[in-house]
């Protein structure tokens, strides 16, 4: 067995790069660590993934790998969003860009945090990034769905209630109180539509 002496000591800033690593590279979420400057110092093949980037990001500005737009389309200044950004942030409405124009939905997480190592310092950020195409698809199915669904029931319900009211006048109907019955009814369900639609599928 060699000398205590001979034993090859791993400065600290490497041993936590290397735990680093080997946590993000286990991740399915796409993962990027920058520095102060902006400039990629980790990230994981999942990032590489939804970048569709094929090359080594290390030592890259991060500005030029990711390209996002707002949900009106407007493109984001990535730069200045990494600089603003001062507590962890999240957000479903940002669209991934890529060289071609086409896009995809994305789950974006950014947070500051302490990195141990990089080109300008300690500090930097972590950014998450998920593609959410098929979530975000879906939920504007579902509120397409109830939409259309609570429209044509508030129709019908509306209709039938005004009869039900017509026929407790007079003259359009015997003087027993048999339509009250079921203008009440309707009138209840009626209430129950909104709420009906709004939680079978809560936003």
Request: without cysteine.
């Amino acid at each position: 067995m060699p000398p205590a002496s001979d034993v090859p000591v791993i400065p600290n800033a490497d041993l936590e790069r290397e735990r680093l690593v080997s946590l993000i590279n286990s991740m399915a979420d796409g993962v990027i660590a920058i520095d102060e400057g902006g400039y990629v110092v980790a990230y994981n093949g999942a990032a590489l993934n939804i970048l569709d980037v094929n090359s080594s990001m290390n030592g890259k500005e991060l500005s030029q790998l990711l390209r996002l737009a707002d949900k009106e389309k407007n493109e984001v200044d990535i730069k200045s969003l990494i600089t603003n950004t001062k507590t962890a942030t999240t957000s479903r409405d940002y669209l991934l860009k890529y060289k071609d124009n086409s896009g995809i939905n994305v789950y974006f997480s950014i947070a500051p945090v302490h990195l141990g190592f990089g080109k300008s310092g300690e500090r930097g950020h972590v950014i998450l990034l998920r593609d959410i195409t098929r979530e975000k698809s879906l939920e504007e199915e579902r509120d397409e769905f109830i939409s259309v669904v609570s429209h044509e029931l508030r129709t019908p319900v509306a209709i039938a209630e005004f009869i039900g009211e017509l026929s407790l006048f007079p003259t359009h109907a015997p003087t027993t109180t048999e339509g009250v019955y079921p203008t009440a009814q309707l009138s209840r369900l009626s209430s129950v539509v909104p709420v009906l639609t709004a939680t079978v599928l809560p936003e």
